[in-house]
């Protein structure tokens, strides 16, 4: 998601629906990349659990293939 740089209405001059409606939207907008955020952090987790689990995998192979030498 790209971040768009709007400029700001003058707050003093809006009623009471457009600071609402402005509110509400900016709530949405927080919302949605709060979820964005932690579906990235859930894929960063997962991702982060095969390196090491491929990084056990390594060590395991490299002392079978140091067993297998000394046969």
């Not at 009623?15 to 964005?36: C, P, S, V, W, Y």
């Not at 390594?58 to 000394?70: D, G, Q, S, V, Y």
């Amino acid at each position: 998601m790209v971040a768009t740089r709007t400029t700001l209405p003058d707050l003093n001059t809006l009623d009471q629906n457009a600071l609402k409606a402005i509110l509400l939207a900016t709530h949405e907008r927080f919302i949605a990349q709060h979820e964005e955020l932690i579906a990235a952090q859930e894929q960063l987790l997962v991702k982060e659990e095969q390196l090491l689990s491929r990084v056990h995998e390594i060590e395991h192979l490299k002392l079978l293939i140091a067993k297998l030498r000394r046969l």
